[in-house]
């Protein structure tokens, strides 16, 4: 079956730290991927894309990376900051999937000062 | 400012009665897509439009409608047929053919 996940356990780093998220997909030939951020009882906000062809994608502290043999994206936040604490989800848009986008569950970050 | 809105923020239905959510956007998109997000599920996908008078469902359209009479406005009606209506309804829109969802600020519906 065709799963996109991410990590269910919220994630806890310290103020200054590198976090890292993970997003895996199977059964899917992803077009490109997507993280947003979405704070509680907020809409997302995109971030950042990273196409299928693309290793790694940066911006600011920001940074993606793909790998399509491995069928996972990493994403990592650079020195990280209270403000950063948020839930960040992983997005596809499939080959086949025309309009759609394939949205993961999110993991949350929690930074502590 | 450029943005979407949606109204009301906060919903409450009594079982057995349909629901209209507003989703307004001035960003000129021309798709637009409506969400329903569930603690610990992804969002799921429930009606698009990629026009003006034309709209296709998603992947959990039954006991849901909706209409596109114009490019700004994308109103979903939750019915009473919808059997666990209480979630937290977005709504978002591209460019046609873009790749950037815009989200609106959500609606969260519940049901008494």
């Known amino acids: 079956s065709q799963k996109i996940e991410q990590n269910s356990e919220a994630l806890n780093i310290q103020e200054g730290k590198t976090a890292t998220l993970t997003c895996n997909y199977t059964?899917?030939?992803?077009?490109?991927l997507q993280w947003y951020r979405q704070d509680p009882g907020r809409g997302p906000v995109f971030l950042l894309l990273?196409?299928?062809?693309?290793k790694e994608k940066r911006k600011e502290r920001l940074k993606v990376t793909f790998d399509t043999t491995l069928k996972q994206s990493l994403f990592h936040i650079t020195a990280s900051q209270p403000a950063d604490s948020a839930t960040y989800l992983c997005?596809?848009?499939?080959?086949?999937?025309?309009?759609?986008?394939?949205f993961g569950a999110g993991t949350r970050l929690f930074v502590k000062a | 400012d450029g943005g979407i809105t949606q109204s009301p923020k906060y919903l409450f239905r009594k079982e057995g009665q349909n629901v209209t959510l507003s989703c307004e956007q001035n960003?000129?998109?021309?798709?637009m897509y409506w969400y329903r997000q569930d603690p610990g599920q992804g969002l799921r996908l429930i009606y698009y439009?990629?026009?003006?008078?034309?709209?296709q469902k998603g992947d959990i359209a039954e006991g849901y409608s909706v209409s596109r009479e114009k490019k700004e406005s994308f109103p979903l009606t939750v019915t009473s047929a919808q059997k666990n209506p209480t979630a937290f309804y977005l709504c978002?829109?591209?460019?046609?053919?873009?790749?950037?969802?815009?989200f609106g600020p959500g609606t969260r519906l519940t049901v008494l």
């Open positions: 978002a829109s591209t460019v046609t053919g873009g790749n950037e969802q815009f």
């Open positions: 059964n899917y030939s992803p077009a490109y």
């Open positions: 990273i196409r299928e062809n693309e």
């Open positions: 997005a596809l848009v499939p080959y086949t999937g025309g309009f759609k986008t394939i």
């Open positions: 960003l000129n998109h021309d798709a």
């Open positions: 439009s990629q026009i003006v008078n034309d709209f």
